[in-house]
């Protein structure tokens, strides 16, 4: 973030002019002393010193000073430093781009050309400020960036619809499920489903009661299903009602929720569920399901462990479906 105010701290020239993430030491004279260091000032969270030595070189460093929350979190800052002469027309040096975990005054210094003497200026801009990671966390700016505004933003608009959901603010519809009723918005609705648009748009009965029947779903699985639409949902849930989220996905074409059961019902196939599965799979037209569950009973050989459910399985299975896992068995168990 940016700021058009400025601070300084200190008195007489050892004092810094701060304005957002600038800092400047203006040093007036130098004079016999061969150190100086500033006083202290503040950019992000932590307090920082600049000092100056000459030697063969003038020599800058930068350093948070010493605190608890420097010693806690100290800092890896990204940042440019400046020198340039007061009244001359002498072209400035500018440091490279440094990255560095800054603890004390021995973690960074920069050599000048000494030619500077006299009175001068250095600047350093900080380009980011971390906080070193502790125990592999990856390091966090502590300024606000793009995706972080994006973050927040989308939280409260989460919040929001939470409310609007929860509370049934202007809720203008009502959803009959198979064992009670639920308010909802035709607005967010229509925006997540083809179906549901069309409902609202044409003359149908919908739009005329403002009321949709899903006696197929229980309220339970119904409010699952509204908790995805308005992006609140619980992973909980969305496990525990995932075929009656998929056969919703399905039928109000809701093509992520859709995307979402398949992906996780080819998490756990199993023995007990392989062939549940795979009727979904085809009842459902999800190839990437069905191909998992042909693969799980054929490839690995898994088709032993169902075989006292196997004979019901093809008493209700589809037709097709039963001539697709009869080509599967010889294409697996074609002669070598």
């Known amino acids: 973030m940016t700021s058009s105010s400025s601070s300084s701290s200190g008195v007489g020239d050892s004092k810094v002019e701060t304005i957002s993430r600038l800092a400047q030491w203006r040093i007036d004279s130098f004079g016999p002393c061969s150190y100086r260091r500033s006083d202290p000032f503040k950019v992000g969270i932590w307090n920082w010193h600049l000092s100056v030595e000459k030697n063969r070189y003038l020599y800058v460093r930068l350093f948070p000073e010493p605190s608890k929350l420097c010693k806690d979190q100290p800092p890896i800052a990204r940042f440019v430093l400046r020198v340039s002469n007061i009244g001359t027309n002498r072209r400035p040096y500018i440091s490279p781009i440094h990255e560095r975990l800054l603890r004390t005054s021995e973690d960074f210094n920069w050599p000048v050309d000494c030619a500077f003497h006299g009175r001068f200026i250095i600047d350093v801009e900080f380009l980011d400020l971390k906080i070193c990671p502790v125990n592999g966390v990856e390091a966090s700016s502590i300024w606000p960036s793009e995706g972080f505004v994006n973050t927040l933003s989308s939280q409260g608009s989460l919040r929001c619809l939470s409310r609007m959901l ?126 998992g569950c042909l693969m799980y009973l054929f490839d690995f050989g898994k088709i032993y462990d169902v075989r006292d459910e196997i004979n019901n399985f093809f008493r209700n299975a589809d037709r097709e479906l039963m001539v697709e896992m009869f080509q599967e068995v010889l294409t697996v168990w074609k002669p070598a």
């Open 166 to 291: 929860d509370e049934g603010i202007h809720a203008d519809v009502t959803i009959n499920a198979a064992d009670g009723t639920l308010r909802a918005h035709k607005a967010i609705l229509s925006a997540s489903s083809s179906v549901f648009h069309s409902m609202f748009l044409h003359d149908l009965k919908e739009k005329e009661s403002s009321t949709i029947d899903i006696d197929d779903m229980s309220m339970e699985s119904c409010t699952a299903l509204l908790s995805y639409i308005y992006g609140t949902i619980k992973q909980i849930d969305f496990w525990k009602h995932r075929l009656a989220l998929l056969g919703a996905a399905n039928k109000y074409d809701i093509t992520l929720l859709k995307d979402a059961c398949e992906e996780s019902l080819l998490e756990d196939i199993n023995s007990g569920n392989v062939l549940e599965r795979l009727q979904e799979a085809w009842l459902y037209q999800l190839e990437g399901l069905k191909k």
